[in-house]
């Protein structure tokens, strides 16, 4: 079992990145989706998740209008856009799934992280 993300990079200030994450079974198509994100010298946090029918989404505070979550059940994917990049947003992103809840202990698997550097 396997989440494999990708997409991360350098990005300037008010700009955008896609982050795509591809699971390696049809498994997680049952099930919530998301994505997590960890800051140097912070814990792991919730960034946004969607659940296995596409018709709830959930995005932590600092996110809301900024990033939007998708996924694609046939091809097992989940994407991040994110807009509106801030330095706060500078971070290893963590595809997820299933995602019970927002804690770190509400998530089965874990992708190996994709790195977001917000800078000027």
């Known amino acids: 079992v396997q989440l494999q993300a990708s997409g991360g990079g350098l990005v300037q200030p008010g700009g955008s990145l896609r982050l795509s994450c591809v699971a390696s079974?049809?498994?997680?198509?049952?099930?919530?989706m998301g994505w997590f994100r960890q800051a140097p010298g912070k814990e792991r946090e919730f960034v946004a998740a969607m659940n296995w029918d596409r018709d709830s989404t959930t995005y932590h505070d600092s996110v809301k209008g900024r990033f939007t979550i998708s996924r694609d059940n046939d091809k097992n994917t989940v994407d991040l856009q994110m807009d509106s990049l801030k330095p706060e947003d500078t971070a290893v992103y963590y595809c997820?799934?299933?995602?019970?809840?927002?804690?770190?202990?509400?998530?089965?698997?874990w992708g190996q992280g994709t790195l977001v550097t917000v800078s000027s």
């Open positions: 079974t049809r498994t997680f198509s049952r099930y919530a």
């Open positions: 997820a799934s299933p995602v019970a809840g927002p804690n770190v202990g509400d998530v089965g698997y």
